[in-house]
């Protein structure tokens, strides 16, 4: 049996914009999930009589 060898070599430049692609990506990723606005109004306020649990010291 013989032992295949497939090496792909990229460059470091191509290596360094690759990189800078996934991050960009993952930076617009988790803008989106944790956008500070939409949190905020997601999240219940101390008087909200749905708000089943209350605060830890009430």
């Known amino acids: 049996?013989?032992?295949k060898n497939n090496k792909i070599e990229?460059?470091?430049k191509?290596?360094?914009q690759r990189m800078g692609?996934?991050?960009a990506l993952t930076?617009?990723?988790t803008f989106l999930i944790l956008n500070p606005k939409k949190a905020q109004a997601?999240?219940?306020t101390p008087d909200d009589p749905l708000d089943p649990g209350g605060g830890?010291?009430?």
Do not use: C, H, W
């Open 1 to 3: 049996m013989k032992n």
């Open 56 to 58: 830890l010291f009430d």
């Open 27 to 29: 930076a617009v990723g």
């Open 10 to 12: 990229i460059t470091r």
């Open 21 to 23: 692609k996934y991050a």
């Open 14 to 16: 191509e290596a360094l």
């Open 42 to 44: 997601q999240s219940p």
